[in-house]
T-cell receptor
Framework: KAGVTQTPRYLIKTRGQQVTLSCSPI?????VSWYQQTPGQGLQFLFEYFSETQRNKGNFPGRFSGRQFSNSRSEMNVSTLELGDSALYLC??????????????FGPGTRLLVL | TQLLEQSPQFLSIQEGENLTVYCNSS?????LQWYRQEPGEGPVLLVT?????EVKKLKRLTFQFGDARKDSSLHITAAQTGDTGLYLCAGNTGGFKTIFGAGTRLFVKA
């Protein structure tokens, strides 16, 4: 079974631009979560999608948004980029029976650099 | 607020030494995971523990889940340079949220 894939792996943008990151979960997994990881803040939860609906949301500004498609693939968008948005963005998927959170499997991440 | 506290935050040891990393909380977890992450890559799942008192072994790594399912430990025997990385614990409390610890950064010197 293929693992979680994320594209692109690396991205350089300038302040004020917007960016869209993509995540394909493990086949059969219905839950997709997004995290931001920086050296200073560690792993910060952005949001989680299940069956095309946002089920959980972290404490990030509205510039950060996401969506999930019917095939469980997910995208996250960051608008009006700021220097502080430079980070490793991680996507994780889990099978999720719908009863409770289950083990998450991570993709390799997208390294975003904002200049 | 549910928290998972990991200790120590940083650990630098010589190859061949043993070490233990701890993950503690006041919350009860239905399951707990340990991950290892290398720079620039995503965390890789090492193990999931679900039963209080459970002990799992993965070669030189031993994982223990506390009897009350509030804490866990990871013990590495005879550390190797390839064990270097960030070790993360994560817990599920039975809802739809997963809580992550801040991580333990391990550096094993040759």
């Amino acid at each position: 079974k293929a693992g979680v894939t994320q594209t692109p792996r690396y991205l350089i943008k300038t302040r004020g631009q917007q960016v869209t990151l993509s995540c394909s979960p493990i086949s059969g997994h219905r839950s997709v979560s997004w995290y931001q990881q920086t050296p200073g803040q560690g792993l910060q939860f952005l949001f989680e999608y299940f069956s095309e609906t946002q089920r959980n949301k972290g404490n990030f500004p509205g510039r950060f948004s996401g969506r999930q498609f019917s095939n469980s693939r997910s995208e996250m968008n960051v608008s009006t980029l700021e220097l502080g948005d430079s980070a490793l963005y991680l996507c994780a998927s889990s099978f999720d029976s719908g009863r409770a959170a289950e083990t998450q499997y991570f993709g390799p991440g997208t390294r975003l650099l904002v200049l | 607020t549910q928290l998972l506290e990991q200790s120590p935050q940083f650990l630098s040891i010589q190859e061949g030494e043993n070490l233990t990393v701890y993950c503690n909380s006041s919350s009860v977890f239905s399951s707990l995971q340990w991950y290892r992450q290398e720079p620039g890559e995503g965390p890789v799942l090492l193990v999931t523990v679900v039963t209080g008192g459970e002990v799992k072994k993965l070669k030189r790594l031993t994982f223990q889940f506390g009897d009350a399912r509030k804490d866990s430990s990871l013990h590495i025997t005879a550390a190797q340079t390839g064990d270097t990385g960030l070790y993360l614990c994560a817990g599920n409390t039975g809802g739809f949220k997963t809580i992550f610890g801040a991580g333990t950064r391990l550096f094993v010197k040759a």
